[in-house]
């Protein structure tokens, strides 16, 4: 009689775990915040995956505008998904990602980077224009090759009288 009563209370623990295991599972709680790619250029988009969040909610961050998150339809884990575009002015650096889901919060640190932009178009020149030497070297160059080509014509002209 002993072994059957804890059969019984064995069984009854059991299907009270088993069936509250699905119920916690279905609670909005984000556990998994998916920055893509993880190092990314002002202007740029960014694609955010957020684990545990079945009905969708917000993420912000300093690098870029508060962000819809929509819940992805047939995923397995009951994610939600947004795209954010990193603002112009965003300093490089490492930026957080907070998600507000269901009534619950999560940050994640230092979830992406934010590299600056180089000035390109100048070719390593500090001042705009020509200076006085460049011109000097560019006339000097110029006075050769008139004198070069003035050679050249006037001993094409001698051999022609031959």
Same mark, same amino acid.
């Given at each position: 009689m ?16 088993g ?5 916690a ?9 998916v920055a ?6 002002r ?11 079945r009905?969708?909610g917000h993420?912000?961050?300093?690098a ?15 994610s939600a998904?947004?795209?954010a ?12 990602? &907070? ?10 640190? /230092? *979830?992406?980077? %934010?590299? +600056? #932009? @180089? ?8 001042s705009?224009?020509? &200076?006085?030497?460049?011109?000097a ?5 110029? /006075? *050769?090759?008139? %004198?070069? +080509? #003035? @050679? ?8 022609k009288?031959?």
């Amino acid at each position: 009689m002993r072994n059957s009563r804890a059969l019984a209370v064995s069984a009854a623990a059991v299907a009270a775990v088993g069936l509250a295991a699905p119920a916690a599972v279905a609670w909005d709680t984000p556990s998994n915040i998916v920055a893509l790619p993880s190092v990314i250029a002002r202007g740029g988009q960014l694609t955010v995956t957020v684990d545990g969040c079945r009905t969708g909610g917000h993420m912000t961050s300093n690098a870029f505008p508060q962000t819809t998150l929509t819940a992805i339809s047939g995923s397995s884990r009951e994610s939600a998904k947004g795209t954010a575009t990193i603002n112009r002015h965003a300093r490089p650096g490492a930026y957080d990602i &907070t998600v507000h889901c269901g009534g619950k919060t999560l940050t994640r640190p /230092a *979830a992406f980077t %934010v590299i +600056g #932009g @180089v000035r390109g178009g100048l070719g390593g020149s500090s001042s705009s224009g020509a &200076t006085p030497t460049d011109m000097a070297i560019g006339g000097a160059l110029v /006075a *050769a090759a008139a %004198v070069g +080509g #003035g @050679v050249f014509w006037m001993r094409r002209r001698a051999e022609k009288q031959i």
